[in-house]
Structure formats: structure tokens, C-alpha cells
């Protein structure tokens, strides 16, 4: 079995900061990928950050320049440093993790219980 458990969500407001993790444990041979997705009332799921076991990252448009995305292999666990906060940031932001369970295993796509992001003054 994989959890992803995140952790670090909660309400900030206008223009603060908020730092997500989200630790991967269980039976993990290894990861390809990590990442973190959002959810707003009314919307699809989209892509905030990723980031690959190199450390190659992508962003979303609207969070370039204010949200960093980083992991730690040793501990299979991404973060997410969110900067300069805006109300339409505001979400349930999930963690995925694309991994493999076994030497030459298929890799899948696991998901965390997703954590509230809440930005209101």
C-alpha cells in the first residue's frame, strides 16, 4: 500500500504565505514524479507544480514567480512554498505522486486527501 498524507494547508490572507508537504510512505520502490494539483467550488482539478526525480519543475501560469515546488528523495516528500497569496488561489490542493511499487513494475498515480488552502482578508 502508498499514502500520501499532506499536510500544512490552512487561511492566510492577501499576499501571504503558506508552505504545503506531502510525505509518500509505504511500498515504494521509487518515484518518477511528484506534484501538487488544486480544486476550486465549481472547477477541475489543474496543475499548480511538478516536479520529476531530476528536480526539472513546471508551473502553472498564474503561480510562476510565487510558488516553488521542491522535493526530498531521501524522505519522499514534496513541498510547496506559496508566496504572495491571492484570493483565487484559494483551494483544496492535492499531492499525486507517479511511482513505482517494484523493480520494473508499472508506474501509477497515487493521490493525497488534499488539504484546504483558504485566502481571505
Known amino acids: 500500500q502508498v499514502q500520501l498524507v499532506e499536510s500544512g494547508g490552512g487561511l492566510v490572507q492577501p499576499g501571504g504565505s503558506l508552505r504545503l508537504s506531502c510525505a509518500a510512505s509505504?511500498?515504494?520502490?521509487?518515484?518518477?514524479?511528484m506534484g501538487w494539483y488544486r480544486q476550486a467550488p465549481g472547477k477541475e482539478r489543474e496543475l499548480v507544480a511538478d516536479?520529476?526525480?531530476?528536480?526539472?519543475?513546471r508551473y502553472a501560469d498564474s503561480v510562476k514567480g510565487r510558488f516553488t515546488i521542491s522535493r526530498d528523495n531521501a524522505k519522499n516528500t514534496v513541498y510547496l512554498e506559496m508566496n504572495s497569496l491571492k484570493p483565487e488561489d484559494a483551494a483544496v490542493y492535492y499531492c499525486?505522486?507517479?511511482?513505482?511499487?517494484?523493480?520494473?513494475?508499472?508506474?501509477?498515480?497515487?493521490w493525497g486527501q488534499g488539504t484546504q488552502v483558504s485566502v481571505s482578508s
Open positions: 509505504g511500498s515504494i520502490f521509487s518515484i518518477n514524479v
Open positions: 516536479i520529476a526525480s531530476g528536480r526539472i519543475a
Open positions: 499525486r505522486a507517479n511511482l513505482r511499487r517494484f523493480p520494473g513494475g508499472p508506474s501509477a498515480d497515487y
